[in-house]
C-alpha cells in the first residue's frame, strides 16, 4: 500500500473516532477498512452501561460491510484511538477474529495499521491472529 492510501486509511479512522459513543471508557477509537475496489469502510466503538454490549470499532465497520453486501476483497485495516499516544492501538481477539472471519471470505490477509501519534504498526492479519479459527473448522 503506497503512503498517500495508508494517510487517507487512517485519516478516515481518525474521523470516524470523532463520532465513537464511549462515555464509560473515555477511549473513542475508529476503524477503517479498505477493500479492493477502493470502497472504505469506518465504524467507531460503541459503549453501553451494560458492558458486554459495548462493540469495538472494527466490530461496527465489519458489520456495516456485510450489511452492504460486501463478501470478501479487505485488503487493509487502520485502527485508531483518539487517546493512543506512544504506543499503538491494535485490535482485540475478538475484533481480530471477527476481521479474520471477513478475511476468509475472499482468502486475503489484510494490513493491519495499527496507530498511535507517533507511530504506525504495519503487521498482517495472520500475524495477529495466529493459527485462526475459522469456517474451515466447522465440522
Not at 91 to 107: I, K, M
Amino acid at each position: 500500500m503506497d503512503h498517500e492510501r495508508e494517510a487517507e486509511l487512517i485519516a478516515a479512522a481518525y474521523a470516524a473516532a470523532e463520532h465513537a459513543y464511549a462515555p464509560y471508557s473515555d477511549y473513542p477509537v475508529g476503524a477503517a477498512l479498505l477493500f479492493d475496489d477502493g470502497a472504505v469502510i469506518t465504524g467507531c466503538n460503541v459503549e453501553n452501561a451494560s458492558y458486554g454490549l459495548a462493540l469495538c470499532a472494527e466490530t461496527v465497520a465489519v458489520a456495516k460491510a456485510l450489511a452492504e453486501g460486501r463478501r470478501g476483497g479487505l485488503v487493509a485495516v487502520a485502527v485508531v484511538g483518539l487517546k493512543a499516544d506512544k504506543e499503538p492501538i491494535t485490535p482485540c481477539g475478538r475484533c481480530r477474529q471477527v476481521l479474520n472471519e471477513v478475511a476468509a471470505l475472499g482468502s486475503t490477509n489484510p494490513l493491519v495499521l495499527c496507530v498511535s501519534k507517533d507511530d504506525v504498526r504495519r503487521v498482517a492479519l495472520s500475524a495477529l491472529l495466529p493459527h485462526a479459527f475459522g469456517p474451515g473448522h466447522l465440522g
